[in-house]
């Protein structure tokens, strides 16, 4: 079927239309200049009757573009293409952390990674890009969030999982450098020094709290941690090929280690017991999931241990544990710091001396019962006298 023929409008100058094939309806164009009789000469569609189009419509549509209140249509789909392609090479912390986290793939910290990101840095910063952002964001993010109940140690590890993201962004060039002019990211002082240890009554309650655990297999990661004071990451990354019974010895693996290195330290008489009493199955884990591969929670359990047995609200189930297992060590006058450094694989003395106090304690406890026998002595030697 030819095609019809195009009819310019006798009413409105530079409107044509073209009758639809069946006749019921128009397609309306409108020619026009911007710019005066030498500018290029523009024809483009506008519309068709079935949308609402008119004669009178297009006209003014027409007007509008020569006044240049309005686009052409070919110039706001070069304008969109522009925008949809800036906005693809706009490099959010959202997308960064995309990148991030592709990069990463295996990082032992991931899921707590994704957590604090979707609660905390996603909500307020994702559709920011790094040179947009200003020191005062970071400020303004660490006082409401401190309002909001949070604690300083939170807030920090949120700062310094951004600090992390942006950081990626520069090195990948995705990202300009950060001017220190307008966004420096700075931590906050918080106390790390806080050490957490339990007294005989609590200790007692704990075990009888374990002991009322229907699930012994589970309550069994939280005895390993008392008499280890092994982390968190080493518990659940535990694999029965690493504990050598014959030697007393367990592996602490580096691919789950805080620093990464691989480590040993000794299977004591508590740990050899605790081990032989689990059930074993076909995962090579010793604390597997519900699925054989490694477990991802225990804090249900340790939630349900705690309240049982009393424990004071602030207290780290498991890492209150290795805290509670060095301060036991360190006070009881018989186990130098330099031991409890390697028993808990710290990198660095200057790690350990947190406990430095309570072996002076000990010190101190030993140095008085010196002194009552050397005073007896001397009493008894007057009385002779």
């Known amino acids: 079927m030819a095609k019809s023929k195009r009819e310019k409008s006798h009413k409105y100058p530079g409107v044509y239309y073209r009758p639809d094939a069946d006749d019921k309806g128009r397609t309306f164009y409108i020619m026009y200049r911007q710019g005066g009789r030498d500018a290029k000469l523009i024809e483009e569609p506008v519309g068709k009757t079935s949308s609402g189009m008119t004669e009178a419509k297009a006209a003014q549509i027409r007007a509008d573009r020569i006044r240049g209140k309005d686009q052409p249509n070919t110039e706001k789909r070069k304008f969109a293409a522009e925008a949809r392609q800036a906005e693809q090479n706009r490099w959010t912390i959202e997308k960064i952390w995309q990148a991030y986290q592709e990069a990463h793939p295996e990082h032992k910290s991931r899921d707590r990674d994704i957590s604090r990101y979707n609660a905390h840095i996603g909500p307020r910063f994702g559709k920011r890009v790094p040179e947009e952002m200003l020191t005062a964001d970071i400020d303004t993010f660490k006082v409401e969030t401190l309002k909001a109940g949070k604690s300083e140690g939170t807030i920090q590890r949120v700062i310094s999982q951004l600090r992390a993201i942006i950081n990626f962004g520069v090195k990948r060039g995705l990202c300009p450098p950060l001017h220190p002019g307008r966004l420096t990211i700075e931590s906050i002082h918080v106390d790390s020094e806080k050490t957490e240890m339990l007294t005989e009554e609590q200790v007692k309650r704990l075990l009888e709290a374990l002991d009322a655990e229907p699930d012994q297999d589970a309550a069994a990661l939280i005895r390993l941690a008392m008499v280890t004071g092994m982390r968190k990451g080493a518990l659940l990354a535990l694999r029965w090929e690493d504990c050598y019974f014959n030697r007393k010895i367990i592996t602490l693996r580096g691919e789950s280690a805080k620093k990464g290195t691989t480590n040993y330290i000794p299977m004591n008489v508590a740990a050899h017991s605790i081990l032989l009493k689990l059930s074993r199955t076909e995962s090579p884990f010793v604390f597997p999931g519900k699925d054989g591969g490694q477990r991802r929670d225990y804090r249900r359990i340790a ?24 301060s036991f060590l360190a006070s009881s006058g018989k186990v ?21 106090h309570l072996a002076d304690e000990a010190l101190r406890r030993a140095s008085c019962v010196a002194d009552t026998i050397l ?3 001397f009493m008894n030697t007057e009385e002779i006298n």
């Open 303 to 326: 939630r349900r241990v705690k309240k049982n047995a009393g424990l004071p609200a602030d207290f780290r189930p498991l890492h209150g544990l290795r805290h509670n297992f060095a």
């Open 336 to 356: 130098d710091l330099y031991t409890i450094q390697k028993l808990l694989t710290h990198s660095s003395p200057q790690m350990t001396q947190r406990y430095a």
């Open 375 to 377: 005073n007896d002595q």
